[in-house]
């Protein structure tokens, strides 16, 4: 079985400030690795997402995430956060021997303040 | 652009009534998926279908079923409604297995049984 846990239930940060949200996974099998955004009254679209290969990957709107075998994170960075970022993230991982599933995390709701 | 949309963005139902939910993709998927969300719990999933007539439990089945007639429509059904079912309702559609293909979510539908 596979659980996602995200540590943070809001995270408050001011505009242009950096941003980290911590995502830990638990498998007992190789996974896929996502991270997606939901804005205010809209579904989920996907962010980046890690299949294999560079453990760094690169997503849209400027965000990217590491992946962490040893430490089975896979955290979400942005370096500069505008107020348009307020939304919610969810972590997500997709067992490699079963793939049409995805387990998603609690989420993360982040407020960018002016 | 893929496009999932779905019946109602707000529904309120008795207890007691068979409420329909519907999901409309209109990529050609043959994945189809709902999800429903709540808060602090993120998004647990309820059935999907990997083809017309072909569905699979996920992990909260109880007090539903779903029906996919056509390929591209997949509905899902409170048989019951309880006060318990009360949450936000996500429909979700991808080409493929999770890690290769992104799913693709409708906006949701927030539903209140009273």
């Known amino acids: 079985a596979q659980s996602v846990t995200q540590l943070d239930s809001q995270v408050p940060v001011f505009e242009e400030a950096p941003v980290e949200l911590r995502c830990n996974y638990s498998s007992s099998v190789s996974v896929y690795l996502f991270w997606y955004v939901q804005y205010p009254n809209q579904g989920l679209q996907l962010l980046l997402k890690?299949?294999?290969?560079?453990?760094l990957v690169k997503g849209i709107n400027g965000f990217e995430a590491e992946f962490n075998k040893s430490q089975t994170s896979f955290h979400l960075r942005k370096p500069s956060v505008h107020i348009s970022d307020t939304a919610e993230y969810f972590c997500a991982v997709s067992p490699m021997d079963s793939s049409y599933k995805l387990i998603f995390g609690s989420g993360t709701r982040l407020l960018v303040r002016p | 652009d893929v496009k999932v949309t779905q019946s109602s963005r707000y529904l309120v139902k008795r207890t007691g009534e068979k409420v329909f939910l519907e999901c409309v993709q209109d990529m050609d998927h043959e994945n189809m998926f709902w999800y429903r969300q709540d808060p602090g719990l993120g998004l647990r999933l309820i059935y999907f279908s990997y083809d017309v007539k072909m569905k699979e439990k996920g992990d909260i089945p109880e007090g539903y079923s779903v029906s996919r007639e056509k390929k591209e429509r997949f509905s899902l059904i409170l048989e019951s409604a309880s006060t318990n079912q009360t949450s936000m309702y996500l429909c979700?559609?991808?080409?493929?297995?999770?890690?290769?293909?992104?799913?693709?979510f409708g906006p949701g539908t927030r539903l209140t049984v009273t």
């Open positions: 979700a559609s991808s080409y493929g297995g999770a890690g290769t293909y992104e799913q693709y």
């Open positions: 890690y299949l294999s290969g560079s453990t």
